[in-house]
């Protein structure tokens, strides 16, 4: 008579779905543990803005999400008005920390620098709309698109342009 492997497991307990669960859970731990100490610089940072916590890996999108158009815009609306006079918040969306910046000149300080240009990938959902121009390339593409760009936006161009 021949053994299946059914017949192995069986007698101890173990059907497969025991033994799945015995091997990917642990290694489901395991992940989220490598993946929390990877992040442990973002996460000890993110501790010291102000701004909603959120849970882990699902950030403060559960509590956003859920509902109509309407109360969604009431939640975000609510979070604001709770974080009006703090100039730097943070939002987790998901496990992607967002921050929003209130003072324009913080604003005009990151939209200015030749340094940090790399795009998240959140604006790769506007490549079919705008295709890869200044707004969504990044690196040495971004800078030749940029020093073609800026002449046209001189203050003697425009004066020089009288209506």
Do not use: C, Q
């Given at each position: 008579m021949s053994t299946t492997t059914a017949d192995v497991l069986s007698p101890s307990g173990l059907t497969s779905t025991t033994l799945f669960a015995y091997l990917i859970v642990p290694a489901l731990l395991l992940w989220v543990a490598y993946y929390r100490m990877s992040r442990r610089r973002l996460y000890d940072l993110a501790n010291k803005i102000p701004g909603p916590e959120g849970l882990p890996l699902f950030g403060k999108v559960l509590d956003v999400i859920w509902g109509n158009p309407n109360s969604i815009f009431e939640k975000v609306l609510s979070l604001a008005k709770e974080y009006d006079n703090k100039p730097l918040v943070k939002f987790w969306f998901g496990p992607r920390l967002f921050l929003f910046?209130?003072?324009?000149?913080?604003?005009?300080?990151?939209?200015?620098?030749?340094?940090?240009?790399?795009?998240?990938?959140?604006?790769?959902?506007?490549?079919?709309?705008?295709?890869?121009?200044?707004?969504?390339?990044?690196?040495?593409?971004?800078?030749?698109?940029?020093?073609?760009?800026?002449?046209t936006f001189h203050l003697n161009v425009f004066a020089s342009h009288k209506y």
């Open positions: 910046l209130k003072d324009p000149r913080d604003i005009e300080i990151i939209l200015s620098s030749h340094v940090h240009i790399d795009k998240s990938p959140e604006y790769s959902f506007f490549k079919p709309w705008l295709g890869n121009g200044l707004l969504i390339s990044t690196g040495e593409k971004w800078r030749a698109h940029r020093k073609l760009i800026v002449p």
